[in-house]
């Protein structure tokens, strides 16, 4: 006996006998019960054939005529004389078209009759539940029990009370105990199909309740679609392993000595099978019922579960195993099997590969890093692309040509791309030859990309927009490559306008870098960029436009007809254009002053502004007006905006010495003076001696004789004489001159350094012009005429010093006048001087003057223009060509 229980194939036998046996623990009538799977399979099978196939059974005359008062003879007859109704949750078993459904007259089943249970019918009940139970899995005990409590609590459906009866008489039959499992079996699945349908419903209404909360809130909930990016494939694997954590015990495996093994398992019997892995460890697979009996504590009855332990060698464990087997006298045939793999490690395969996969990774990572921050091309790959950005017609480019204001001619010019690129077949018929490109070049801000996007915009074509810098990468052959990629692109797109801004940046002259040698990938650069100019056809609807602040430094190849065969220079706008360009841009601004005077005022206090600067001032105005909480913008906001643009923000913190003070007020005066007597000077529009946030001690302004071009000798000699009037009113009125006027002698001694080597205005040197060129080591002049200039250059400036020297000789009164109410009022407008001069004995600019002795409103007249002298700072106008 003792040797049978040790094998372990006898064990499994004997252990599924008697746990079959557990069943039959009841002799009698339940004795012979076969285990409750093998009825669920017989009733499933015979109620779908009845349920399928067989009509309901038919009604006797009497039933059909009177059917309640059959049911209820029915009732009588099964003794039971008021038949209560089924239990709750029931109803629907019987509702079920099946033979054990009771039937109504219109063939709908009908509720069936329950019958009130005693004591000793439930003592019976849990009896027959306890024989059920050991038939049952786990899983459905729980069900079983609430379908034998509800009987008890609900009534007890007639076949149950039926069997009941029978095994009171102590006859229970093999076909009633089926019968009772096919009734249980009944009930237990229709609690679980009611509990599966709650759940369902639950589910149901919760998915509902997120569909309708996601579409209320506009967001993306789950909706039962899988998206197959990287995060939700990431995230879905990390939920999955988190769910096999805890679902599986965390201890899936466990290992043990060969003691413990052969104690605990081996000797009892417990072992199923050895698998040996990798010849280093052994998986010991027990028999996991017998181990769970003996063991019920054990993780070893959880079917993921298994011991294992390790071996020095196969042939060491083969012989013990052979020994152990030997000692228990199992017999050759019945010996456990084992079985030999070998296992690849995921963890140590991955831990392999762990470096090579993290150099890959960090390659990737650093290219997309690398190339991504500068204009979305991402990965290594794409830096040979171009940057260029594209302007979709529709949506992107609104830009047309009433948003330019001034720059007529350049509009006309330009007009020529746009009626080609709109009817191209016009040009073609008559054999024109379409230019391919037009260079726009002038000072910053003067509207060139705008023109350029204008021009697109009428077109109604692609826009590629880059900047030349962004060619240059520190790679070699990027820059050319981007350019391939460039006009591969609009090539793809055409017709379209490509625009290179700055195009100095590429397209500078090769060989002038005279030092240092030569720029390799810039003219390789550039290279490209001609050739791909000379690839077009004359059919491909391509314009090339560039902008750029230095035509003169571009090389010649770029500029020749055939490439870029138009040039448009945009200067700084005039007045008509200054006053175009306040009318755009003040058409977003809240004003209600007179256009035509506001913008006719503005645009003759601005000389020299470009587009840019009016942009900015018109803005400058309405932030201002924003910050004092006013309705609408005035004129007094778009002065303040001037004087804010031309000399940055008064620094009232800044207060001065009283003797700075007077200094400046009085050289200040002299300018003012020599602007008023002076035919060819610019008289006053206003002076202040607050001083301005670029270090000015004072800031003056003076009324433009209108859009200068040549200036003459007197006008000259006029202009320099007034730009001494501050140093010259310093030596008259004080014991000392200060260093306020170090500027003034700047603006002089340019001036007639200008009119001795380049206006021909000195009959000493002659009519010749010589460049000045400061990266030049040598002058182009000899020593002789070097002296002979500084000699004339000397001679022009003491002429100039005279003149104003004379002329505040005799108008020291007036220049005490204008200084000391400078020195009271701080700020002195126009009206003041006249108030105090009388009217200027010349004439003025009545386009100037017509803004300004209008004023009647008593506004101060305002200030673009000059800043007055601190210790660094300049003051007096600039008379136009000659700076
Ligand atoms: N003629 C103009 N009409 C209306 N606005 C203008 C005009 N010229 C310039 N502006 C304003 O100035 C801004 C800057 O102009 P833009 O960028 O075209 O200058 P740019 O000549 O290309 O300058 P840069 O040479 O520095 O590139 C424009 O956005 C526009 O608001």
């Known amino acids: 006996m003792t040797t049978l229980l040790r094998r372990s194939g006898s064990l499994v036998r004997s252990s599924r006998i008697s746990f079959d046996g557990n069943l039959c623990l009841h002799q009698s009538p339940y004795s012979r019960v076969a285990p409750f799977h093998a009825f669920r399979l017989a ?64 063939g709908k089943p009908s509720t069936p009759p329950t019958y009130k249970s005693s004591q000793a019918e439930r003592n019976e009940l849990d009896a027959l539940f306890e024989i059920l139970k050991r038939g049952l899995p786990r899983s459905q005990q729980q069900l079983a029990k609430q379908a034998f409590e509800n009987m008890k609590r609900n009534g007890l459906p007639a076949e149950v009370k ?29 609690i679980a199909e009611q509990e599966s349908e709650k759940a369902n419903e639950t589910k149901s209404k919760k998915r509902k309740s997120q569909k309708e909360g996601s579409e209320s809130s ?118 456990i099997p084992v079985a030999y793999r070998e296992e690849i490690s995921w963890v140590n395969t991955l831990l392999h590969l762990a470096p090579t996969l993290l150099f890959i990774g960090s ?47 350049a509009k006309q010019e330009i007009m020529e791309f746009v009626s080609f690129l709109k009817e191209p077949g016009q040009y073609q018929r008559l054999g024109a030859k379409i230019p391919r490109g ?38 070699v052959g990027v820059g050319s490559s981007r350019v391939r990629d460039l006009f591969a692109n609009a090539r793809k797109n055409t017709p379209c306008i490509v625009f290179i801004d700055e195009i100095d940046a590429i397209g500078k002259s090769r060989g002038k870098n005279a030092y240092g040698g030569g720029n390799d990938e810039r003219e390789s650069t550039l290279n490209q960029l001609l050739t791909e100019m000379d690839g077009f056809n004359t059919t491909e609807q391509v314009v090339v436009l560039a902008g750029t602040n230095r035509p003169d430094v571009l090389d010649k190849a770029l500029l020749r007809p055939g490439r870029f065969d138009r040039h448009i220079t945009i200067d700084a706008p005039s007045i008509s254009g200054r006053k175009q360009i306040f009318l755009v841009h003040l058409g977003k601004i809240v004003t209600d002053e007179n256009m035509d005077y506001l913008t006719g005022r503005l645009a003759a206090l601005t000389p020299g502004f470009s587009g840019a600067d009016i942009a900015n001032c018109v803005n400058e105005a309405a932030l201002i007006a924003a910050r004092t909480s006013a309705d609408k913008v005035t004129m007094k906001h778009f002065e303040s905006a001037i004087e804010r643009v031309i000399g940055g923000l008064e620094k009232k913190s800044l207060v001065l010495k009283p003797k700075e003070k007077r200094t400046v007020a009085y050289h200040e005066a002299g300018h003012a003076i020599c602007g008023w007597f002076l035919q060819y000077a610019d008289p006053l529009l206003k002076v202040s001696i607050i001083p301005r946030g670029n270090g000015a001690l004072g800031y003056a302004q003076y009324l433009p004789q209108g859009d200068v071009h040549l200036r003459n000798v007197k006008e000259l000699m006029d202009r320099m004489a007034m730009t001494l009037g501050g140093r010259v009113s310093e030596e008259l009125n004080f014991e000392t001159v200060t260093s306020g006027a170090s500027d003034d002698f700047n603006k002089v001694t340019r001036m007639a350094t200008a009119m001795v080597t380049k206006w021909g205005m000195s009959s000493k040197i002659g009519y010749i012009y010589f460049e000045e060129d400061d990266r030049k080591l040598h002058k182009p002049f000899s020593e002789e005429t070097a002296r002979n200039i500084d000699q004339e250059v000397r001679r022009i400036v003491d002429e100039a010093y005279k003149q104003c020297r004379d002329l505040l000789t005799e108008k020291k009164k007036e220049v005490e006048l204008v200084a000391e109410e400078l020195l009271r009022k701080e700020v002195l407008g126009r009206e003041d001087m006249i108030r105090l001069l009388g009217n200027r004995p010349w004439e003025d600019d009545k386009e100037f003057t017509k803004f ?32």
């Open 162 to 190: 039926e069997i009941l009866e029978t095994k009171k008489k102590g006859v229970l039959d093999l076909a009633t105990v089926a019968r009772l499992v096919r009734i249980s079996t009944k009930f237990i699945r229709h």
């Open 852 to 883: 300004f002795d209008k004023d009647t409103k008593g506004t101060p007249p305002p200030p673009p223009g000059e800043t007055l002298g601190g210790p660094q700072g300049g003051d007096v106008p600039v008379p136009g060509p000659v700076m």
């Open 218 to 335: 506009g967001t993306f909930g789950w909706n039962g679609e899988f998206k197959f990016d990287t995060q939700s494939i990431i995230l879905s694997l990390f939920v999955a392993y988190m769910l096999f954590k805890t679902v599986l015990p965390s201890e899936s495996s466990k290992e043990i000595t060969w003691q413990e093994f052969r104690t605990t398992f081996f000797d009892k019997g417990l072992v199923e099978k050895l698998t040996v892995s990798n010849r280093s460890r052994v998986r010991v697979d027990l028999h996991r019922e017998a181990t769970a009996r003996m063991y019920p504590e054990s993780p070893a009855q959880h079917s993921n579960f298994y011991y294992y332990f390790s071996i020095g060698s196969v042939e060491a464990f083969e012989r013990k195993l052979d020994d152990a087997q030997y000692e228990l006298g199992i017999p050759s045939q019945e010996r």
């Open 438 to 475: 037009a260079i726009l070049s002038g000072p910053p801000g003067t509207g060139k990309t705008l023109l350029a996007k204008a021009t697109a915009g009428e077109s109604g074509v692609p826009f590629f927009s880059v900047s030349g810098s962004e060619f240059v990468e520190m790679f």
């Open 43 to 106: 009733v499933s099978r015979s109620r779908t054939y009845a349920t399928a196939n067989s009509p309901p059974p038919k009604k006797s005359k009497d039933e059909q005529e009177n059917p309640a008062k059959s049911a209820k003879d029915a009732s009588v007859a099964q003794g039971n004389p008021k038949p209560g109704k089924p239990a709750p949750g029931f109803e629907q078993l019987y509702s079920h078209a099946s033979p054990l459904s009771p039937r109504q007259g219109d």
């Open 363 to 409: 390659l990737i990572w650093i290219s997309r890093r690398a190339t991504s921050g500068g204009g979305g091309q991402s990965g290594i790959f794409g830096i040979g692309k171009s940057r260029a950005k594209q302007y979709n017609q529709e949506a992107d480019v609104q830009t047309k040509f009433k948003d330019v204001a001034g720059m007529d001619e």
